[in-house]
């Protein structure tokens, strides 16, 4: 009998059923089997009655096991014991014999030196105890080979010698002894000094002043010991027209320079054929240069075109102990209650201590203000380089009841009084 299409959908579908059934079936029996067997694996390990105990000793690793010390004291066996008491015992007999050696060296120095008592010299304060012996201020290395006579301010040694050969004058400055502290300096001089001072010194041929040489400082001292050595290269005719000059400086702590004084040597008369030895006591600035140099100026007054005409003429007896016959120039400071208003200058006279200027310099001043205008002269050598290297020789100032005093008051008065006319007067230079 033929089947017709509905019956062939529907042997189909019951075909597909039954498939998916058994596939179901499947999974469901694996899913189960799979459970069961990971199931029965956990138990057989948990199951107290499958362990089985084992009555052998544990066998244990040395290199896992970690080391510790016995936190209580054994008893040390008898030999031990017996070998820590005779090092003990001649270890006490090194104690004892290097102790006994110290005595007898001790006893020994006692019975050869003279007993002495140290005595406490500490001063008690409100701060504690001092020792005075560390703010004396003495000079280890003073050792004068004479008394020196009172108001000396420095003793100079030195050697000249001569080398024809290579023209050479060679000068070995070996110490100075009684320098002034800078507390002694402008009073009297003596040989007990309270302060100290950080000197050095310059060595120059006159009448050549721009050239010279120079020792290093020590610190700290009123009697230094140099040992150098210094070569000047002059042939023998110049050499004796010149004069050597040893300068001495000081320094204090804020690299300011001061001159204490310094000895001169001529040398027409030296020893070419020998090694001279000298010693020359060390003159201030006033035994060597007399007076205080001065300048002289003229002034004129134009009250109608408010200017005031300084003429600075000449100078004398310019210079100082490092500078006898300087390159002088004056430089003139106008200002009115301490403000600086115009600043002038003149020329450089070189290498004279009465230099002549003749150069003339105006000044724009109301009459208004003449009481109050201050005219500042001062004279400096020139270094001929940087303006700052300059050295100050003196000075002086004029000008109205405001800024000056006495003569200096007076020469101002006088040149307001006589308009037009050339006021000359001399001043002393003030260092």
């Not at 005779?86 to 030196?113: C, I, M, P, V, W």
């Not at 000449?314 to 600043?343: A, C, F, M, W």
């Amino acid at each position: 009998m033929p089947i017709n299409n509905v019956q062939f959908y529907g042997l189909a579908s019951l075909l597909v059923v039954l498939i998916l059934l058994v596939v179901v079936t499947y999974l469901v029996w694996y899913y189960y089997w799979k459970r069961r067997g990971r199931d029965g694996f956990h138990i057989l390990h948990t199951l107290p009655e499958k362990l089985q105990v084992v009555n052998e000793n544990p066998k244990i690793q040395l290199n896992t096991v970690e080391f510790t010390l016995p936190q209580s004291t054994q008893q040390r066996p008898n030999s031990y014991s017996e070998g820590l008491d005779e090092f003990n015992y001649h270890l006490d007999s090194a104690t004892r014999h290097t102790k006994g050696q110290k005595e007898r060296k001790n006893s020994q120095q006692s019975l050869s030196e003279p007993t002495s008592k140290k005595l406490d010299t500490r001063v008690q304060t409100s701060y504690g105890f001092l020792k005075p012996e560390l703010y004396s201020d003495h000079d280890s290395d003073f050792d004068c080979d004479e008394d020196l006579p009172f108001g000396n301010i420095g003793r100079i040694w030195f050697n000249l010698e001569y080398d024809a050969e290579s023209e050479k004058l060679i000068v070995t400055v070996e110490r100075i002894r009684n320098l002034p502290g800078r507390q002694q300096r402008g009073s009297s001089l003596s040989l007990g000094s309270g302060s100290s001072c950080d000197p050095f010194i310059r060595l120059y041929l006159l009448p050549d002043e721009k050239r010279y040489l120079q020792s290093k400082m020590k610190r700290k001292t009123r009697n230094p010991t140099f040992n150098e050595t210094f070569m000047f290269t002059m042939s023998y005719n110049l050499l004796v027209e010149r004069t050597l000059r040893i300068t001495v400086f000081d320094v204090d702590r804020f690299m300011r320079q001061t001159i204490i004084g310094h000895v001169l040597y001529p040398l027409q008369d030296i020893d070419i054929t020998s090694s001279t030895k000298e010693w020359k006591d060390v003159e201030k600035s006033s035994q060597l240069s007399g007076n205080e140099g001065r300048l002289q100026i003229g002034l004129t007054h134009f009250p109608q075109f408010g200017r005031v005409a300084v003429n600075i003429i000449r100078g004398q007896k310019v210079g100082n102990e490092d500078h006898i016959s300087p390159d002088s120039y004056v430089k003139v400071t106008y200002s009115v209650l301490n403000k600086v208003h115009k600043v002038k200058k003149t020329a450089t006279q070189k290498a004279s201590s009465e230099p002549f200027y003749n150069q003339t310099v105006e000044f724009k001043i109301e009459s208004t203000g003449m009481e109050m205008a201050c005219l500042n002269f001062e004279v400096y050598h020139g270094s001929g380089g940087v303006v700052k290297h300059d050295k100050l020789l003196g000075s002086f100032l004029i000008g109205g009841s405001m800024c000056a005093r006495g003569r200096e008051l007076e020469y101002w008065t006088d040149m307001m009084q006589k308009p037009k006319t050339v006021v000359k007067e001399w001043h002393d230079l003030k260092v």
